[in-house]
């Protein structure tokens, strides 16, 4: 039977220009197999538009050649369909998960799909292909921020931004199995909903969007004025007024988005001496005055960019441990993936135009 040569894939152009940003959907080839190589037929892909600085990608992407767009989503899961011939740890037909590495130029919102060996584990019977599609791409980022950057030890109290999140609802379970205190933030009602039905017993639920809700203020009374050990942010404001923004943005509900981002000094001001402060921000600044207090608290800023993982050949070893112990989590119910919907393939195209409008949970999408 002669090799599927061509995919059927969805790609956000990132260059710049008119169209940047622009969901194009077209047909791409797929790279040669190779020895190493596996062909996978995608089951399920976690959507999301990339939260990753553009330029940053831009960068990597450049170093290679490749056109500057990229995939929907590169948290896949599916069955494998060939393999190389060096390829050992898997064979035709197993179930497998893993995440696509940008520089590969593929997406995972696709129908057919080629990794190499090393990218991908196998996918535990008990776990669904949406829910480790929906998950394994969140759960690495959380593993990354609290194992890694964070250095989380039993007993620590943590500090979770958007809590009600997909990445943030797996932080929330992961840490609390590690046995973490934890406090965590909602910005709707929906959000305080979700978090309230976790099986897990949380601190204190922040409301963000209440007027008189101060973020240091109510950490402080939580942790009698110690702080946090550790802070995992999702986005945070530059600058604490930025009158002109109101201009830049045509949607009342990113407007409201960016209303409820802490600032900088919120955050630093949750620390405890010693504190860890994870961000996802890659052109985070801090001026001196933020620098000062970091340095009075003996904290650190660690940066999390879980494609570090992939992009990296010397990690590989070390990454496949953390993909199969995550699976193994998902499959006794230590960590439960938080999906809002699925969709086909078809429906994909326009979902992912309103993806930033989910809060809670993950989309997946389902061929």
């Keep these: 039977m002669l090799r599927r040569r061509t995919a059927k894939s969805i790609f956000v152009d990132i260059g710049k220009g008119n169209h940047s940003g622009q969901v194009i959907s ?183 969007n209440q007027k008189n809700a101060t973020l240091k203020s109510v950490v402080m009374l939580e942790t009698g004025n110690l702080g946090v050990d550790i802070v995992i942010d999702q986005g945070v404001t530059q600058y604490p007024q930025m009158p002109s923004l109101s201009n830049m943005y045509d949607d009342n509900r990113t407007q409201n988005m960016f209303n409820i981002l802490p600032t900088k000094h919120d955050i630093i001001s949750c620390l405890s001496v010693g504190g860890r402060w994870v961000t996802s921000k890659a052109n985070l600044q801090l001026d001196p005055p933020n620098s000062r207090l970091m340095y009075l608290r003996c904290a650190s800023l660690g940066f999390l960019f879980e494609q570090a993982w992939m992009l990296s050949s010397a990690q590989q070893g070390k990454y496949q441990h953390i993909l199969m112990d995550i699976m193994e989590k998902v499959n006794t119910k230590t960590i439960r993936p938080n999906i809002h919907h699925t969709v086909s393939f078809d429906g994909a195209l326009e979902v992912i135009k309103s993806l930033e409008e989910v809060r809670v949970g993950k989309v997946v999408m389902t061929v």
């Design 26 to 208: 077209q047909e791409i080839d797929l790279p040669d197999l190779g020895k190493n190589g596996v062909l996978i037929q995608v089951k399920a892909c976690g959507l999301a538009i990339s939260c990753f600085d553009s330029t940053a990608l831009c960068q990597i992407l450049s170093k290679v050649n490749k056109k500057h767009q990229v995939g929907t989503g590169h948290d896949v899961a599916g069955i494998v369909v060939a393999t190389g011939e060096e390829v050992t740890t898997l064979n035709k037909g197993d179930h497998v998960v893993g995440i696509i590495p940008f520089d590969y130029e593929q997406s995972g919102c696709a129908d057919f799909i080629v990794l190499q060996e090393f990218d991908v584990v196998v996918k535990p019977n008990g776990v669904s292909f949406v829910d480790a599609a929906g998950c394994i791409g969140d759960a690495v980022k959380a593993y990354t921020a609290l194992h890694y950057l964070g250095r989380l030890r039993s007993g620590d109290t943590v500090l979770v931004l958007d809590g009600a999140s997909s990445f943030g609802s797996i932080c929330i379970q992961l840490a609390h199995h590690w046995g973490a205190k934890i406090i965590t933030t909602s910005s709707s009602e929906d959000e305080k909903r979700y978090l309230q039905s976790l099986e897990v017993e949380l601190a204190q639920i922040i409301e963000m």
